[in-house]
Structure formats: C-alpha cells, structure tokens
C-alpha cells in the first residue's frame, strides 16, 4: 500500500503543477486511506509533501515567468499566520464541520471558474492590500486547519480578484501554498509524529509530478485550464461530501457534476444551453 501512495503521488504533483491547487485535497486522502495514516498524522504529512513540492514547482514556473512575487508575497504573508493558527486550533474546531464548509467553498469557486468573465483578461495589477490581508488569513486558517493548501481558493481569487493570466495565477498560488503549509506544518509538528521515510517517498514523487505538470502549463491554452481547474473543484467537492456526509451524498453529487459538463459540452458544440444562467454562455476564447 505504501509503493501505491508513492505512484499516486505523481498525479498530486502534477495537480499542483499543472492547476496550482489540489495538492493536499488529494495528498490527506492518499495518506489515510492508502498508507493507513491516522487522520491527523495524514493532515500534517500533506501539508510536508505538498509545501516541498510546491515550493520546487514554483521555482518552475518563475522560470517561466509565471510569478507575480509582490501578490505572492503579501497574500502568503498574511496567510502563514492563519495557517500557524489554524495548526494550533485543529484540535478544538472538528475537521468534518469545517470541510463541510470549505466544500460550499470549493462549490461556489469552481462555478466562478467556468463561468465567462471579462476579468481573465490578462492584467499586471495587483490585489487592493487589506482583500489581500483578509483573503490570506483566511485561506491560511485553512490549510492549517484541515491541511489543505488553499490552491482551490488561491487561484480563483488571484485569477478573479486580482485579474490575473491562469498560467501567473497558477504558479503565484504555488508561492502562497509553500508559505502556508510551512506555517500550518509548524503549528502541527509540535504534536504529531511523521513517518519521515513514508513522507520523504512520497514527497519524492510528488515533486516529479509537479515538474511534469508545470511543463505541460505553458502549452495548455488559459482558457482550457481554468475551465479544467472549474470542473476538478466540483469532483473534489463531491468526493469530501461522499466523505462527511454519507457516499449517497458524493455519487450524487458527483453525478450532477458530470451531467452538468456533458450540458456545458452540449452547450458548446451544439448551441443548446440549458445551462446558461449558471454558468454563462460558451466561450471560444477567454
């Protein structure tokens, strides 16, 4: 089981290399219920694996020119308290509540990601600084809590908010993640014991994935991966539902997932739209 968490790593890496996000929505689960881990040993290895992979996918992207440090910076700035916070609280706020509502969350944000919207134009200008502070320490108090990076909200807001290119906003959410998951990390150590071998496998392989994934970045066109990010949002968020609530709950949902993109796709081949007023007309250009 351990050798099967280590080649599913990969396609944690290449989640955050090629979405800037997803990483630890997928990494907690891997350690869990593949390796075994205990549910908070799974939650503060991810967010080891997760903030070392990111951290070598980021350098990727600003190599590519896909780093907008001043956003980064201040976003992850304010983020790494909530996320050090949020390390020290997860003993006391229940993680299924607050999955739960990081799922209404994730729901909500991948809907903002399909729909058609004049701000995914590319633009250099930055986040007003105190939506930034807020934004941060929120995404923040997340990842230390439930050991999610906060790609699945960084990305969105630095696409939708700040007017940011998909490709820049992907690989600055990667900066921002590498900041929160040291802090959350930190506020974990002190009181969960890690597996080093099984994290540093694990950790190994993820960074492959993301260097794989950070590649096939730049030959993807904007438009296609945030759509992609969108859709993954949603499967993700009816995979936490089937988790917390009961697996009638997430095959459902996962359900209206698919019907909802085979409507999309409907949409844009063929004119018919039923689904217009949610997510807006197509797009053949974004």
């Given at each position: 089981m351990i050798a099967l968490a280590v080649a599913l790593a990969v396609l944690v890496g290449m989640s955050l290399g090629l979405l800037g996000g997803g990483g630890s929505i997928l990494t907690v689960p891997l350690l869990a219920y593949v390796a075994g881990m205990e549910a908070k040993q799974a939650i503060a290895t991810s967010l080891l694996v997760v903030g070392v992979t990111s951290a070598v996918s980021t350098l990727s992207h600003a190599r590519a020119g896909h780093v907008q440090w001043r956003s980064g910076l201040m976003f992850g700035a304010a983020g790494m308290a909530g996320a050090y916070l949020g390390g020290l609280l997860s003993y006391v706020v229940p993680g299924s509540v607050l999955l739960i509502a990081f799922t209404v969350v994730m729901v909500a944000t991948g809907i903002a990601m399909l729909r058609r919207r004049a701000a995914?134009?590319?633009?250099?200008?930055t986040m007003p600084i105190a939506k930034t502070v807020r934004t941060g320490l929120a995404v923040g108090l997340v990842t230390g809590t439930v050991g999610a990076g906060g790609g699945f909200l960084v990305v969105?807001?630095?696409?939708?908010?700040?007017?940011?290119p998909m490709p820049v906003a992907v690989g600055t959410s990667l900066l921002v993640i590498t900041m929160n998951s040291a802090a959350g990390l930190a506020g974990h150590v002190s009181t969960v014991p890690i597996d080093w071998?099984?994290?540093?496998a694990v950790t190994a392989a993820a960074v492959l994935g993301s260097l794989l994934g950070a590649r096939l970045t730049t030959r993807?066109?904007?438009g296609v991966l945030r759509r992609a990010f969108?859709?993954?949002v949603l499967l993700m968020a009816a995979v936490i539902l089937g988790e917390e609530l009961h697996p009638a709950v997430g095959i459902t949902t996962a359900g209206l997932v698919v019907l909802a993109a085979l409507s999309r796709a409907g949409c844009a081949r063929l004119g018919w739209c039923p689904l217009r007023w949610l997510f807006g007309p197509p797009a053949t250009a974004t």
């Open positions: 995914c134009e590319p633009s250099a200008r969105p807001a630095l696409a939708l908010l700040g007017g940011l071998t099984v994290a540093g993807i066109d904007p969108g859709w993954f």
